[in-house]
């Protein structure tokens, strides 16, 4: 059984700067392919990015590129997130899954994943 816990949440400014971590219990860690989402009041569960296995490959949604930064330390066993010029439509609950993989194919839905975190707040006034 994996268990994820996410940290570093919390209330920022508008155009401020915030860096998640997700602490991934397995001693696998480096055969899991990882991804945050996140989830507004009333709304579904929405991709943000990934990150394969090795860290060789990401992906993001369209909304988040070029602003916020997937990573990951198997070392530490342990997936980034550095969120920068953060706007107020970024509020969420933000989780972190993960799922054994080791292919090139990453997973955009919520249905790929097999583990989940149990969500850090995210707010970000105006």
């Known amino acids: 059984q994996v268990q994820l816990v996410e940290s570093g949440g919390g209330l920022v400014q508008a155009g401020g700067s915030l860096r998640l971590s997700c602490a991934h219990s397995?001693?696998?860690?480096?055969?899991?392919?990882m991804g945050w989402f996140r989830q507004a009041p009333g709304k579904d569960r929405l991709f943000v990015a990934t990150?394969?296995?090795?860290?060789?490959?990401?992906r993001y949604e369209d909304s988040v590129k070029g602003r916020f930064t997937i990573s990951r330390d198997n070392a530490k066993n342990t997936l980034y997130l550095q969120m920068n010029s953060l706007k107020p439509e970024d509020t969420a609950i933000y989780y972190c899954a993960a799922r054994s993989s080791q292919s090139m194919d990453l997973g955009t839905t919520p249905e790929y994943y097999v583990y989940w975190g149990q969500g850090t707040q995210v707010t970000v006034s105006s």
């Open positions: 990150i394969n296995w090795s860290g060789g490959i990401v």
């Open positions: 397995g001693r696998t860690f480096s055969t899991y392919a």
